[in-house]
């Protein structure tokens, strides 16, 4: 496995939940969602986070996009995109935390939309609520390219071959389909070749495969196995199933009530566990298999 | 003895057809299940297959086009009222979408004890006693029982669904995929209760998934569905792997690693 530069890197990061008396009384370290959080992504790579419902999975991805709801705040922390820190947040002085935030947060949106998409790309859980129902694929594929300056024309034939890539066989089809005609791997794989389009560096993928059925799964496994050796993405990739960990990751963090508990190569979880609570996760694991474990440990 | 036969079921369903000639499908062509007491049987296919429709068919919510359902040896189209009281008791199930299974508006006490009302009379301090065991039985506490749905998690609510399912003492329960959406550790956790009530009880399941891992692991023997008839039938993934149904084999190659392999 090639160990290329450093894609992402989150060190310490800290989000916390904002409330109306955080404002004026000091008690934004009341509730933190997540806390102190550090991981990194290699070229080429996939680093895997895994944990159960509720641990901050989702909003670790959300912060590295700059995506928090409105009603959360990224308290603490550095974020590091391909060498180039676009934010950091040191809040030690809470006098001027506010306008701070609001000046940092204004100065940043531009840049966050170029950043977006073009050297990131996310691709969700749900794929049905990633797109419009009443504009075709064409169009959304038309709208994300045009919004990063490039233009559709000389863009088409490139089009046509990346979605060929992704295993569809007439483009022209797809392109004139609406979202709600493709089935849940098949729009999965047109997010997919969005983020093949852009050329981005960085692909966080938050539970890609949980609702679509096993061999889908299995397929769009593959597909992001070939994308990170083929094209050199690095991949953060959340999931609460081991099995898709041991399918595709190359290092491991757990993650339990907003905080890792451990991280390490996926070798060294998966057969040297040390924290409790991924030997709890590893056997739950292990007993989905029930009486076929003994045939899939050989 | 088999608690639950499936004779020969087929079902077609009808569409279209106002103006012109409508187009039928097949779901189900000629399934033969047996389910014997205290077994665990399982039903699997492609989404689509047809799983979803033999369930119904099992529970009475739909009528075969052909074939007959025998539960204890005997027609459930030829049932009496009281056969039919018997059977609503003794046959429960759990669907997949845990939040489309109960009433939002009720507390959890009222969801899990709506069953236990339709069948027999009971005080109000037995009733709630009876609830808080079962929410302790599948890992909630008693503090839950007077909660809304909307202040639980999917694992959780699905829970709530099986401890409703459970309240009558049933002796068959249809799982329809029923830990499809749940959680890693939640699904683990489940499955380790149905199998330890089995033991105790003697339930019988009919567990319908896509996930070849859980449903082998899981069940004595499973059935595979695809297009609305029954394949093949396995016991284990080292079977299904080198089965001559291409199905199954696709099924159990797409089956991830337990283990990161390294090349």
Redesign the interface.
């Known amino acids: 496995m090639s160990c290329g530069k450093t894609v992402l890197e989150i060190n310490g990061l800290k989000v916390t939940l904002k409330s109306k008396a955080c404002e004026t009384k000091e008690c934004c370290n009341k509730l933190p969602l997540v806390n102190d959080v550090s991981l990194a992504v290699s070229q080429g790579e996939v680093t895997g986070l895994i944990g159960e419902s509720g641990s901050g999975k989702s909003l670790t991805c959300l912060s590295v996009m700059n995506l928090l709801p409105d009603t959360m705040v990224l308290d603490k922390g550095r974020i590091t995109i391909a060498g180039s820190s676009l934010e950091e947040f040191s809040l030690a002085d809470s006098s001027t935390k506010n306008n701070h935030l609001k000046n940092r947060t204004q100065n940043l949106t531009s840049q966050w939309r170029c950043f977006r998409g073009r050297r990131a790309a996310m691709i969700l859980q749900n794929p049905m609520s990633c797109f419009d129902p009443i504009f075709t694929i064409g169009y959304h594929i038309k709208e994300t390219i045009s919004a990063h300056g490039l233009d559709w024309k000389s863009h088409r034939s490139k089009v046509d071959s990346t979605l060929c890539e992704l295993g569809f066989e007439s483009p022209n089809e797809i392109l004139s389909a609406y979202p709600f005609q493709l089935s849940g791997g098949m729009l999965q794989r047109i997010m997919v070749s969005l983020a093949l389009l852009l050329e981005a560096e960085l692909l966080i993928a938050d539970e890609p495969t949980t609702d679509l059925d096993v061999i889908v799964q299995a397929r769009i496994l593959d597909i992001i196995d070939k994308m990170r050796k083929e094209k050199n993405v690095g991949v953060l990739l959340v999931t609460h199933d081991l099995s898709v960990i041991a399918r595709l990751a190359d290092n491991v963090s757990v993650m339990q009530n907003g905080a890792v508990v451990e991280s390490g190569k996926v070798e060294d979880i998966f057969h040297r566990p040390k924290a409790a609570y991924t030997k709890a996760l590893l056997d739950a694991h292990f007993s989905l298999y029930g009486s076929n474990i003994n045939e899939v440990l050989l | 003895m088999n608690i639950l036969e499936l004779d020969n079921i087929s079902k077609i369903y009808h569409r279209g057809g106002w103006f012109g000639r409508g187009s039928s499908i097949n779901a189900l062509v000629d399934i033969n299940i047996a389910v014997a007491e205290g077994k665990s049987v399982g039903v699997i296919g492609?989404?689509g297959a047809g799983k979803s429709t033999l369930g119904r068919i099992i529970l009475g919510l739909e009528k075969p086009d052909k074939g007959k359902v025998k539960y204890r040896g005997k027609d459930i189209q030829r049932f009496t009222k009281e056969d039919w009281k018997k059977f609503r008791q003794e046959v429960q199930v759990v669907f997949q979408n845990s939040l489309g299974s109960v009433n939002p508006k009720w507390q959890i006490l009222d969801i899990i004890a709506e069953p236990i009302l339709n069948f027999k009379t009971m005080s109000h301090q037995d009733l709630r006693k009876k609830v808080i065991n079962l929410l302790e039985m599948v890992g909630l506490s008693y503090d839950d029982a007077n909660k809304y749905p909307h202040q639980f998690?999917?694992?959780q609510l699905q829970r709530i669904c099986i401890a409703r399912a459970l309240s009558l003492e049933p002796r068959l329960i249809v799982l329809d995929e029923a830990v499809s959406?749940l959680?890693?550790?939640?699904?683990?956790?489940i499955?380790?209760f149905l199998k330890k009530l089995q033991n105790q009880t003697g339930v019988s399941y009919l567990f319908i998934s896509?996930?070849?891992?859980?449903v082998?692991?899981?069940c004595d023997t499973v059935a595979v569905i695809n297009k609305g008839r029954i394949t093949s039938q396995v016991t284990?993934?080292?079977q299904a792997e080198k089965s001559d149904d291409p199905i199954l084999r696709?099924?159990a190659?797409?089956?991830?690693?337990?283990?990161?392999?390294?090349c």
Do not use: Y
Request: aromatic share 2%; no cysteine.
């Open positions: 492609r989404s998690s999917g694992g959406s959680d890693m550790l939640i699904q683990a956790q499955l380790k896509h996930d070849i891992r859980i082998t692991g899981f284990s993934l080292l696709e099924l190659r797409s089956v991830l690693p337990a283990l990161p392999k390294r």
